[in-house]
């Protein structure tokens, strides 16, 4: 059984940068995937970003494009989301997930994620 921690969340101001972090403990495999997702409250669970555990594709939503990079550590089994020029409209709880290696994957929905973390906080204020 895959498991998923994340760290690395808190409290900043616009335009400043924070670099979360997921642990991956359990099996992989080069076509897994582990992707973030974000929550505010009031809201339903918005996709992020994702990569494949090998590194060779990597996907984002249109709204972080440019502004976020997912990366990974296989050594440390570990993917990183920097998130740079951070807005309010940023803050949520950002939770990371895993998934088996799909024929077609969809990397955009939860159903995709069968492993998910606690969650950790970002708040950007203004």
């Known amino acids: 059984q895959v498991q998923v921690v994340e760290s690395g969340g808190g409290l900043v101001q616009a335009g400043e940068s924070l670099k979360l972090s997921c642990t991956i403990s359990?099996?992989?495999?080069?076509?897994?995937?582990v992707a973030w997702f974000r929550q505010a409250p009031g809201k339903g669970r918005e996709f992020v970003a994702a990569?494949?555990?090998?590194?060779?594709?990597?996907k984002y939503a249109d709204s972080v494009k440019g502004q976020y990079t997912i990366s990974r550590d296989g050594a440390k089994k570990t993917v990183y989301l920097q998130m740079n020029n951070l807005k309010p409209e940023d803050t949520a709880v950002y939770y990371c997930?895993?998934?088996?290696?799909?024929?077609?994957?969809?990397?955009?929905?939860?159903?995709?994620?069968?492993?998910w973390g606690q969650g950790t906080q970002v708040t950007v204020s203004s």
């Open positions: 990569i494949t555990w090998s590194g060779s594709t990597t």
């Open positions: 997930a895993a998934g088996l290696p799909r024929l077609t994957p969809n990397f955009y929905s939860t159903s995709t994620y069968n492993s």
């Open positions: 359990g099996r992989t495999f080069p076509s897994s995937i």
